[in-house]
């Protein structure tokens, strides 16, 4: 029984635990509004379905390094006067948040606030053990909606008319009117969930968590599967819209709207998530490629 605890916790765990509960009873009774309001209402929409999955894998990576908390610290490793200046910014942030009902700020404020508390507590070190947590909240915060309406509209456009250009070619009746596509006797709209920019930001931070993972200290790998994401996201959006397209040709339109839609919403995610894998495949290749060249050269 003893061993399981300190597997779970590392030795040290209860004082530590103690010591930190101020900050942590705090930081709940700041947020816990925040997070109820998230989950009463902008959770509910699809294009925010994936916020509670960002939280979860924070927490997770939280988790993953917690005996970096319990670990002795000194004063002299620590950065106050950094770690006040970030914290009173977030608390600010959050406080106009909070006054003129601004999401994008009250989500915000809390990398800024807990980047201060770590900075205060534990110094830079902190902030280098836990910045992709921190970074990786950036993808629950909701974008304001001109962004999201000049972006989506444009990929609607492109992936609709790549999804006619290829179902065309392969022999299918189908036509498009600006994201409307016309197979048979059936009408899909391409909707904002198919090709949008919130798919767009949900499949970044797929690849980006992939790269967290994978912890690949290959410069090369590591940025150019970051560019190559938009495309794969792109690839994957065609799919799952010619996907729809097929089961309703062949199905109908209960079919395509039905379990079918939720399932090509899954589809969507598998496929990107197999593209991003094949093609760290490729150019852990090329780099493998290069760097025997440069070897025997």
């Given at each position: 029984?003893?061993?399981?605890?300190?597997?779970?916790?590392?030795?040290g765990?209860l004082?530590?635990?103690?010591?930190?509960?101020?900050?942590?009873?705090?930081?709940?009774?700041?947020?816990?509004v925040?997070?109820?309001?998230?989950y009463?209402?902008?959770w509910?929409?699809?294009?925010?379905?994936?916020?509670?999955?960002?939280?979860?894998?924070?927490?997770?990576?939280?988790?993953?390094?917690r005996?970096?908390?319990?670990?002795?610290?000194?004063a002299?490793?620590?950065?106050p006067?950094s770690?006040?200046?970030?914290?009173?910014?977030g608390?600010?942030?959050y406080?106009?948040?909070?006054?003129?009902?601004?999401?994008?700020?009250?989500?915000?404020?809390?990398?800024?606030?807990?980047?201060?508390?770590?900075?205060?507590?534990?110094?830079?070190?902190?902030?280098?053990?836990?910045?992709?947590?921190?970074?990786?909240?950036?993808?629950?915060?909701?974008?304001?909606?001109?962004?999201?309406d000049a972006?989506?509209?444009?990929?609607?456009?492109?992936?609709?008319y790549v999804?006619?250009?290829?179902?065309y070619?392969?022999?299918?009746?189908i036509a498009?009117?600006?994201?409307?596509?016309?197979i048979?006797?059936?009408q899909?709209?391409?909707?904002?969930?198919?090709?949008?920019?919130?798919?767009?930001?949900?499949?970044?931070?797929l690849?980006?968590?992939?790269?967290?993972?994978i912890?690949?200290?290959?410069?090369f790998r590591?940025i150019?599967?970051?560019?190559l994401?938009?495309?794969?996201?792109?690839?994957?959006?065609?799919?799952?819209v010619m996907?729809?397209?097929?089961?309703?040709?062949?199905?109908?339109?209960?079919?395509?709207?039905?379990?079918?839609?939720?399932f090509?919403?899954?589809?969507?995610?598998?496929?990107?998530l197999?593209?991003?894998?094949?093609?760290?495949?490729?150019?852990?290749?090329i780099?493998k490629?290069?760097?025997?060249?440069?070897?025997?050269?």
């Open positions: 029984m003893k061993t399981l605890a300190n597997n779970l916790m590392p030795e765990w004082p530590a635990l103690v010591r930190t509960s101020p900050i942590l009873l705090g930081l709940m009774l700041l947020y816990a925040v997070y109820q309001n998230l009463l209402t902008t509910n929409d699809q294009d925010q379905a994936h916020g509670p999955i960002i939280v979860m894998v924070v927490l997770y990576l939280f988790w993953m390094d005996a970096f908390f319990f670990q002795s610290n000194t002299e490793k620590r950065a006067l770690g006040w200046l970030v914290l009173v910014t608390l600010l942030l406080l106009v948040g909070r006054v003129f009902e601004v999401l994008i700020f009250e989500l915000g404020s809390q990398i800024l606030v807990l980047a201060g508390v770590f900075l205060i507590t534990r110094g830079w070190a902190g902030i280098r053990k836990f910045w992709f947590a921190l970074f990786f909240l950036v993808f629950m915060i909701p974008l304001p909606g001109f962004i999201v972006v989506t509209l444009p990929m609607k456009i492109a992936v609709s999804a006619e250009y290829i179902l070619g392969l022999g299918y009746p498009r009117s600006g994201v409307v596509l016309q048979g006797q059936y899909l709209l391409v909707a904002d969930a198919c090709a949008g920019l919130h798919t767009l930001v949900s499949l970044e931070a690849g980006l968590l992939y790269l967290n993972i912890r690949s200290h290959s410069v590591n150019t599967l970051t560019i994401i938009v495309p794969i996201s792109f690839t994957a959006n065609v799919i799952r996907t729809l397209t097929l089961i309703t040709y062949y199905f109908g339109d209960a079919a395509g709207q039905g379990f079918m839609h939720g090509a919403g899954m589809l969507l995610f598998v496929v990107a197999m593209l991003i894998i094949w093609i760290d495949s490729i150019l852990q290749f780099e490629k290069f760097r025997s060249r440069k070897a025997t050269a």
